[in-house]
């Protein structure tokens, strides 16, 4: 899927409920201890907390020892006291036209419907699957990138 705009997104989405995505995401099999890396973008915010560790113990089991996860996705690094500030900054910086990106409404809607966790309670899911992280960068407290070594 491609960050074109939120149409194309929209569409994408559509696409990927249709074809049954969020149940290959947990369904796909790999030999196990053969791939060297495993890139994912924007994909495990859609599935809850439990579902998550699933999906990242069966990437542990694809990968071989050092072989690398590349995570990126919608990830909240504040305390839950702290939602209203950040969340208010995030949608204050959305984009006003649709074409442009993610709208207010958009932003919302996500923050309703979708399944983005804490910091706090991804890291240890990371650990507890084998992986150790090497390096993590956020962006606006609410976008986090992971780099991780299987051990």
Known sequence: MTHDTPTKIHRDEDHIER????????SYEHPEGRVDGVFTRHALHQLPDFWKTVALDRIARMLRPGGVLRLCDLIYDFRPSEAAEVFGQWLDAAA??????????????????EYSTYRWLLEPMLDVTGFEIVDVQFQRRVYGAYTCIKR
């Open 19 to 26: 074809s049954g995505f969020r149940n290959r995401l947990l």
């Open 96 to 113: 006003t036209d649709p074409a442009s990106g993610y709208t207010k409404d958009d932003y919302i809607d996500h923050i309703r419907t």
